[in-house]
């Protein structure tokens, strides 16, 4: 797929990174938006492990800074928001004889015009949930947003 | 753009669908699916009609067929989830005293291998959720998938 | 169908009043148990007329002292309880476009063996829910029982 | 006591049976109306293992298909509707430290007049819930109906 | 600081025993009130451990008596109002990956004029929620008002 | 009462400030902590009104800066975190037949040592919530904590 036009939705960046993966966009289109980006792959049927998985990929990709709390909880009500789009209506997984395999995306930066806004973060999650038996499943997203 | 891939997966398609447009699948693509969808656009505080909108866009363009129950339930419990996702925990929109903006996308087929699987129908709003005022806002998504 | 024995399990005694009615249980077997009921219906898309309904008719027969504001509060939650069950997630109807058509009964006794437990009160919804089109909907119940 | 009428109210029909027990319908009148049926029972403090339960007992009663996932699918949703039925807000037993001690009933057939409606599914539980000391509970219900 | 008046408004007086301190409360004030209190600590990551410490401090200051079960109904119930104020929309702790550290306090009496009100109960919950990191965590407060 | 001595608890101070009012705080403390402060009331059956009141008192009270989305997004948040406290569970109030009397208070500084936390906003409600029926209401307190 030829690499889609990164314009400043966040949010629509982020969908589209964790569906068509890291090629889709350029480094040099980031690099010019002043973004940072990540993007990984979860599967559990514990909601505290997905929202472990992510929050480690932010650290270790640089995203969030892991010493300044304002940092971490931007970055977790994100992860939260997202994750209540996956299960819609309760944040629980295995705890409802379920479980997720899910691809996200985290992207930093600011997506508005005034540069008073300052960074947004954007999460999102993209995959399966469903029975724990392969195939029994179907697609689920979830997207938080939040400024950070 | 370029139209993408039409796989089987059916609620990737309806999120592509939303961000992308109705151009990127080509009818021919979906007469060999022989899967069914349409768009459309619903701006409001008011959760009962972003409901309404989406109901009547799958009504008029024969996705369901309206004097069924089954799947007009089906349906409605795949909105449900869809707009869960748009507005993370509580399914109010005006009543919180924020606003939606969003564009739709419905897609009814088989996504799975098996032909016993029958009909599922997908649901994705994408758009943007805040307060009245615009541009204090932020993107959103919900997907809803359910057998039909 | 013949009158159900009377035991002292208060809810399924709500919930066999609502869906048998009245007749079932005889004036003479309440008397025995010094246990309060009443029986009624309402219709609506929201929410608070149904918690209207139901607080009216405990008033007027008695089943609450309307004076006292612990028998007031001991019932609101149970009737919350109680539609909570019947939309099963969110208290909500008309605002995410549904409709219900509910009977309900309210006992209020001792369902205990213990003097000591005084009188506790179960609120039973049980009708149809579903869009405000007449025949696309389906069965729902809710039960609500708190001490009094 | 005598065998109620079976009308085609299937989630009373589930209700009554999970009050009443198997031989309040008659084998005869289940034929008539080709539905299929069956009862069980499960205490925990795991919301997982009630689910579990109620479809371990499905597909060993042949309620429905395992093979099939439109059919777990939709049992799966009217379990965790009865359960949130059972529970009240939180789909969360355990955790919030409290026991559910419970009967349950699934049938599944046509309610509807009209054949194109074609099978539901209702599940039902009825029981105790409350804090984990025997006595320590008062009765609960839940309710889901799904198409399948 | 000096005691503050303890007027009639138990939801008030908890909120300020768990703030200041037991030795706010002269024993004589309570004591012309009639009102039994009681305070603790409990940090955790799973709910029912929250709910647990804060029963068994009830018992054991007597505040509520064990073996009648409609003081546990009520008092249960106020303990997941005050968590559920702690929490903000999900009853959950360490299952979405945050830990609480709290103080807690536990109020019973009647706050109203009329005497035909009887007892009350307030749970206060004060103190902070976050990621499982000393540090990385804010303040949280929740109330639970129940009569009993 | 005398002035309790602010430390850098926002929270614990914004719950204060709503208890005891603004003269419980010196101008001169605020002024050494660089922290900003207003209070008022609302009473209501409309959530939405709540949400407005709060948002209109933190403008005009130069809280935050109205044109910057993000300061609007961090306080939005934070009022349906202390509101959701006031309700426990369900963001409704008219909706389930109820209503609320509230005073609230906001305050935005940095409750951190370290500089790089930036400014956090600290929304605390409290007053009654019941039955649309002069003192058949209980109290309730919510409070919201978001960085800003
Ligand atoms: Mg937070
Ligand atoms: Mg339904
Ligand atoms: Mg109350
Ligand atoms: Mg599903
Ligand atoms: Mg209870
Ligand atoms: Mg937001």
Not at 3 to 32: M, P, Y
Not at 35 to 64: D, F, L, R, Y
Not at 74 to 88: C, K, P
Not at 123 to 130: D, H, K, M, N
Request: proline share 2%; charged share 20%.
């Amino acid at each position: 797929m030829a690499a889609f036009r990164v314009d400043n939705r966040i949010g629509r960046t982020a969908i589209l990174l964790v569906l068509n993966g890291e090629e889709c966009i350029s480094k040099e289109q980031l690099r010019q938006l002043k973004w940072k980006s990540c993007t990984g792959k979860v599967g559990s049927m514990e909601s505290q492990k997905v929202v472990a998985a992510i929050e480690t990929a932010a650290k270790k990709n640089g995203i969030i800074q892991p010493g300044v709390y304002r940092e971490t909880h931007a970055l977790y009500h994100a992860i939260i928001d997202a994750v209540s789009g996956v299960t819609r209506g309760q944040v629980q997984i295995g705890s409802v004889l379920r479980t997720v395999g899910l691809s996200f995306s985290i992207i930093r930066g600011n997506p508005y015009e005034s540069e008073q806004e300052g960074d947004w973060i954007a999460v999102c999650l993209y995959g399966t949930i469903g029975a724990p038996v392969k195939g029994l499943e179907h697609e689920t997203i979830g997207l938080g947003i939040n400024h950070i």
